[in-house]
């Protein structure tokens, strides 16, 4: 009989592992025991869905051996939550794996999972990401004991389909294209003799129903006809329907943490800058509230009035810039020079965490790093400024994860209208 991947992997995630993963996550325990319980089996069935073929098991193989997944992480998984590093490893390696089992479809699976599961959509990333992580050093390990080729892991996956039955989400199964992993509840041959004996009857009155139907259409026709408009109400829909045009998919950069923060974002669309100049930008994102404030002739440039980047990401702990961050800072050099007025200063943040004069330099190097980026875009540095005020003006509690997280920014203000 074969092994049951699913119940085998579950024993891996143990109490104390899901409590580790709680923190660094900044979700309840429940919740996210929630998440990996519904999670799991969408992530193996849509591996197994990607070996099914040969090119899908082969590139399955591939990443098993650039990754180095042979089993040894499952030795010690609590070790990735000792420190940020050694998460934001995990969490990095495993972005591949997602991209290559979901695809496109990646940002609807976090925010499916999230809404089913009820933990946030970040969170739901990094529950993601481990997931995958650990899937993957559990086949790796398999594939290496027993020297499987491509093909050997396509049959052995395959043979864990009818485990998954009822397990995946109907959403996210759907959205997957798993459903054929559910059970059957009725054979299609009474089916077929059901409805040949109802629908006997059914044709005696058949020609009866549809001249009743007929003569109901023409009286709603007729009385439509009859009533008067509402222009209010057309024309709120027409306007909508003009607004919904410029909206368009959150572009994908590749980096798992900066596209699940994409798809937090709400809906996208395209902005048109004077020049003629386009951008995609998120409609809660800090793009649209910077252009508002430029165009606001009663709002003078002053030092009070900041505004946080979104989605902009560094490497732990240093001030080099994710490759991901490229998409945002690309928007604002396009809205420096769309408005060749104004004038910019960049300021770094961190959380309280560790040592004040390490997070006050970090922060200000960040905000160094923010400039050389835009100028390397075009902007003059004589129209930029760069200061790291640390753990200064924080936004929201340190005593959260989360709090913590939205205290590490970077904001940009308008110096000069």
Request: charged letters at 25%; aromatic letters at 6%; a positive charge.
């Amino acid at each position: 009989m074969a092994e049951n991947f699913i119940e085998e992997l579950n024993s891996y995630i143990t109490p104390d592992i899901i409590s580790k993963l709680s923190n660094v996550i900044g979700e309840k325990s429940t919740i996210t025991k929630t998440a990996l319980a519904m999670g799991l089996p969408a992530v193996l069935g849509s591996l197994i869905q990607k070996s099914s073929t040969e090119q899908g098991a082969s590139e399955i193989i591939k990443i098993i051996k650039n990754e180095g997944y042979n089993g040894s992480q499952l030795n010690n998984l609590a070790g990735v939550f000792d420190s940020k590093d050694s998460f934001s490893r995990l969490i990095n390696a495993a972005s591949p794996v997602l991209d290559s089992i979901f695809g496109d479809k990646l940002h609807h699976v976090t925010n499916s999972l999230s809404k089913e599961s009820g933990v946030g959509s970040n969170a739901t990333s990094y529950i993601l990401g481990f997931l995958a992580s650990l899937l993957m050093s559990f086949i790796g390990k398999k594939v290496n004991s027993d020297g499987l080729n491509a093909d050997g892991l396509k049959n052995m996956l395959a043979g864990q389909k009818h485990f998954l039955k009822k397990m995946i989400p109907a959403g996210l199964a759907g959205m997957l294209g798993l459903s054929g992993f559910e059970n059957v509840t009725s054979a299609p041959r009474d089916i077929k003799a059901n409805v040949k004996e109802e629908s006997t009857g059914f044709k005696k009155f058949l020609p009866w129903l549809l001249l009743g139907l007929a003569a109901l259409l023409l009286l709603l026709w007729w009385r439509s006809c009859k009533q008067e408009p509402a222009p209010v109400t057309i024309k709120k829909d027409t306007v909508k329907s003009k607004a919904e045009t410029n909206i368009v998919l959150p572009p994908k950069t590749g980096d798992m943490m900066m596209d699940s923060i994409y798809a937090s974002l709400g809906k996208f669309v395209i902005k048109k800058l004077p020049g003629g100049t386009e951008i995609i930008i998120a409609e809660s994102g800090v793009e649209p509230k910077l252009i508002a404030f430029i165009e606001d002739k009663t709002k003078p440039a002053d030092k009070e009035t900041w505004f946080s980047f979104d989605r902009i990401l560094f490497e732990t702990d240093k001030a080099d810039l994710r490759p991901s961050s490229g998409l945002q800072l690309a928007n604002i050099a396009a809205i420096m020079k769309a408005y060749p007025e104004i004038e910019i200063k960049i300021g770094g943040y961190t959380d309280n965490t560790g040592n004040k004069q390490h997070n006050l330099k970090l922060s200000q190097e960040r905000a160094n790093s923010v400039v050389k980026y835009l100028e390397t875009l075009g902007i003059p540095d004589s129209r930029m400024k760069a200061e790291g005020y640390g753990d200064q003006f924080p936004v929201a509690s340190n005593d959260t994860p989360e709090g913590r997280s939205k205290n590490r920014r970077i904001d940009i203000r308008v110096s000069k209208k």
